[in-house]
């Protein structure tokens, strides 16, 4: 295959057999001139492709932050799935520290996470026993959803305010004798006179 001085060849098409060994050869011409034909070291596509980072959405769920992780598409005509059948994913969670988790699911939750906080993802797939080599996910960055607000407060405010205007309004009819009318003492002057005239 004859390219230009891009550097780059496109040979996927060309390793049709998964678990056959190819070796390549360059080699490198301008007009008359040419370098010697150097060859690539054994390649086989099943075991040393470079897993691509899987696709990785990342959204928050109160003090915790759900992941969606699936291979991503290939530039070979079958799905990666099809050829390796299952993956393993390698989750890299950073805030503050750093913290990995193993996980064989598609979707994944990171638990008992500080609410309202942003936490860093980025995530490896990888076929344990056949395929280590793979590119990380680009960093996804989300925040948790931050704490719900008490409606506790909310409710008791209130209800105390109308206690509190329920017992003035209570206090002030009584006071005002509406209710209940307030004993009107004897006058000390007749008292005085009816002893008085007792005697």
Known sequence: MNVSSSGECELTEEFKIWFSRYRARVQAFNGANQSNWISSA???PFSDTILGPPDVSVTG???CLLLKLKPPRGKC????????HEF????TMKNNGKREIPTSKSEFVLENLEPGTEYCVTVRMYCAGLNMNSKPSEPQCTFTSP???SKVAFQVVPLCIVLLLCGVLVAAVF???F???LKIPFPKVLGDNLKITLN
């Open 42 to 44: 054994d390649f086989i």
């Open 61 to 63: 769920c109160g003090d």
């Open 77 to 84: 005509p079958e799905p990666l799935l099809d050829i390796y």
């Open 88 to 91: 393993d994913f390698t989750i």
């Open 147 to 149: 704490e719900p607000v």
């Open 175 to 177: 006071y005002s004798g």
């Open 179 to 181: 209710l209940c009318p």
